[in-house]
């Protein structure tokens, strides 16, 4: 049972508006192998949703017929589960898309997935991987006894396959998420540690670190509500806010696309159930061949907050200088 969360669209969040859509995000459903703390989206095991085989042809068409779409980012809960997964990377790769996999890392150890690492490796697929610290304690309190040396194994069979090194061939990035109620720390910093870490005790290595706040909705938003947290963060990310990083939030120039088709301004929106709406109408993947969303309001609520707040934060990790962030440890324990 998830605590009741607090309605975040009544807000003063400033108005924002798109500039086009050159990243199409697509969530291809909510089943994981994992039940993360910080998961969003509440992904874990016994969900069933999932995009099915008629969604991703609308989807591919989509891309077809708009040949400003340049990167394909693939989410879920673990996209790699999604029985389509793999078409639709191969019908990407032939229009010549970049195509990023949101991968948890251990999804590669699991039982039928043996060669998926090969499989991404010979699309030349980016991967956005998962590792939410460097020490194994913080990781599997996180995500899950053995979540750690299952992420560290992966690690190292993408590293022999030539994902991380340094010419970028196969991008190879890892995430950092709090463990609790916090800001990140400044990314730069935080990429060293990271590679001199991995690199020394496990001779892991890879291109970028993204840091990532938590949103305070889903399943770190109950746990927040549970723990007497929520007002105290809510309020650590409206004072940390900086006009600044409007200019540079994802959804200026990404587009989010649900397991259903529909369209969101941003994944975060998606889970809140907060869609693009025409009238009384939500749209579809197969509206964009009719509607133009350039210069559009994105729709806002206070969970914005959580991408503007000291450093910022987006799909693509920090948006401000690493001097410039604000680190601040909310009033709350994690």
């Not at 910080?38 to 068409?61: F, W």
């Not at 956005?128 to 690690?155: H, M, T, W």
């Not at 907060?274 to 806002?300: C, F, K, M, Y």
């Amino acid at each position: 049972m998830h605590a009741t969360l607090p309605l975040l669209e009544k807000t003063d969040f400033p108005v924002l508006q798109r500039r086009g859509v050159d990243i199409l995000q697509v969530n291809l459903g909510y089943r994981c192998n994992q039940s993360c703390l910080h998961c969003h989206v509440n992904a874990g095991p016994q969900r069933k949703e999932a995009m099915d085989a008629k969604t991703v042809a609308a989807l591919i068409a989509t891309l077809d017929a708009h040949r400003g779409i340049r990167v394909l980012d693939l989410t879920g809960g673990a996209p790699e589960m999604n029985p389509h997964f793999r078409a639709l990377v191969v019908a990407a790769r032939r229009r010549d898309l970049t195509v990023i996999d949101r991968c948890n890392l251990t999804i590669l150890e699991e039982p039928g997935y043996d060669d998926l690492a090969d499989f991404l490796a010979a699309q030349r697929v980016d991967i956005v991987a998962s590792l939410p610290c460097y020490l194994e304690q913080n990781v599997d309190q996180q995500r899950g006894k053995g979540s750690f040396a299952a992420s560290i194994k992966a690690l190292q069979r993408l590293n022999a396959l030539g994902y991380g090194a340094a010419d970028g061939t196969l991008k190879l990035n890892l995430v950092f998420n709090p463990q609790g109620p916090s800001l990140p720390p400044a990314q730069g910093p935080l990429e060293a540690t990271y590679k001199a870490h991995l690199g020394q005790h496990y001779g892991v290595v890879f291109n970028q670190l993204y840091t990532l706040a938590n949103m305070p909705i889903k399943r770190f938003g109950s746990l927040l509500v549970s723990r007497g947290c929520f007002d105290g963060y809510m309020q650590l990310l409206r004072g940390a806010h900086r006009d600044e990083n409007l200019e540079q939030v994802m959804c200026r120039n990404l587009l989010s696309v649900d397991w259903q088709g529909d369209l969101y301004d941003c994944d975060f929106n998606q889970q809140l159930g907060l869609p693009i709406v025409r009238g009384e109408r939500r749209l579809h993947l197969r509206d964009l061949a009719t509607q133009g969303l350039d210069g559009n309001d994105i729709r806002s609520a206070d969970h914005c907050y959580g991408c503007t707040a000291g450093q910022g934060s987006s799909c693509g990790g920090a948006l401000a200088d690493d001097a410039a962030a604000t680190v601040t440890a909310a009033a709350c324990g994690a």
